[in-house]
């Protein structure tokens, strides 16, 4: 939201109709956009199609891959799983 806020020119909303106040949990990533500079997000978090539980985080240089199934998983797949969360 904050991204085509920005490049609209519009500023977000502080306060509703009501008057209450507004959090938008989004960053502007204009300058990553037009390589104009770094991404101002400093965590991710990666979830499954399937799953509302994140699959992986990741907070500055630091990441972890997460498999809460109760079922065993072949360590296998768990390492192709994750292989793209870098």
Request: charged share 25%; glycine share 6%; net charge positive.
């Amino acid at each position: 939201m904050a991204t085509f806020a920005a490049m609209a020119g519009v500023k977000l909303p502080e306060r509703d109709c009501e008057g209450k106040p507004i959090i938008f949990d989004s960053y502007d990533l204009t300058p990553v956009l037009m390589g104009k500079g770094p991404s101002p997000r400093k965590e991710w978090f990666y979830f499954t199609e399937n799953e509302l539980s994140p699959s992986a985080a990741r907070v500055g240089n630091f990441k972890v891959c997460i498999e809460l199934r109760i079922q065993p998983v072949d360590a296998t797949v768990w390492k192709k799983r994750c292989a793209g969360v870098s």
